[in-house]
């Protein structure tokens, strides 16, 4: 069945990176757009980008341009969301979301989420 | 700063329909923000439950519709269960690739 995998739970001080890992299975990696989403404590949802894994191509919301990366191994079949420049209003829940075929809007199956603490 | 803006709250009796709403700052919202629907439950990631205004996923209850009502997309839950109480939240598409989520609607049942 199609599955979502993401890393586990993250501490990270200010100003530090991190990377949160989400592997695919089920389906065909390269055919699906992959999304990113985060959820900061009892605050709603909020879209940071997409990847194409095929090929690699990123669209990055406009508030976290130059602060996120997207990227994808399709020989792993794993998505990759790194945050740099951390500060505490980046804690929060991650999570993959697979994306459509040939379309940017479309969400169907979740990953369970990653939460990422950002903390001195 | 494009803003969707959802109900807060809404509640609803059981068996009984509600409709929660999602507008857009830039004007009225039609099918070409390909409204999208999803419902989280607390402690649970989101569940996609409506894409393109009115299609709903494969596991999504027939008691889940989505519509265009005036300026806005919508939801209409119809027949209302108790496992139906969580936040939802909508989500428009705005071109280049860009995507904006509502501030989500907690819907009680009760």
């Known amino acids: 069945q199609v599955q979502l995998v993401q890393s586990g739970a993250e501490v990270k001080k200010p100003g530090a990176s991190v990377k949160v890992s989400c592997k695919a299975s089920?389906?065909?990696?390269?055919?699906?757009?992959m999304h990113w989403v985060r959820q900061a404590p009892g605050q709603g949802l909020e879209w940071m980008g997409i990847i194409n894994p095929r090929g690699g191509s990123t669209t990055y919301a406009q508030k976290f341009q130059g602060r996120v990366t997207m990227t994808s191994d399709t020989s792993t079949t794993t998505v990759y969301m790194e945050l740099s420049s951390l500060r505490s209003e980046d804690t929060a829940v991650y999570y993959c979301?697979?994306?459509?075929?040939?379309?940017?809007?479309?969400?169907?199956?979740w990953g369970r989420g990653t939460l990422v603490t950002v903390s001195s | 700063q494009t803003v969707v803006t959802q109900e807060p709250s809404l509640t609803v009796s059981p068996g009984g329909t509600v409709t929660l709403t999602c507008a857009s700052s830039t004007g009225a919202v039609t099918s070409g923000y390909y409204p999208n629907w999803f419902q989280q439950k607390p402690g649970q990631a989101p569940r996609a439950l409506i894409y393109?205004?009115?299609n709903r996923h494969s596991w999504t209850p027939a008691r889940f519709s989505g519509s265009l009502l005036g300026d806005k997309a919508a939801l209409t839950l119809s027949g209302a269960q108790p496992e139906d109480e969580a936040e939802y939240y909508c989500?428009?598409?705005?071109?280049?690739?860009?995507?904006?989520f509502g501030g989500g609607t907690k819907l009680t049942v009760l």
């Open positions: 979301a697979r994306g459509g075929t040939l379309t940017y809007w479309y969400f169907d199956l």
């Open positions: 393109s205004t009115s």
């Open positions: 089920g389906y065909t990696f390269t055919s699906y757009y």
């Open positions: 989500l428009l598409y705005y071109g280049d690739a860009q995507l904006v």
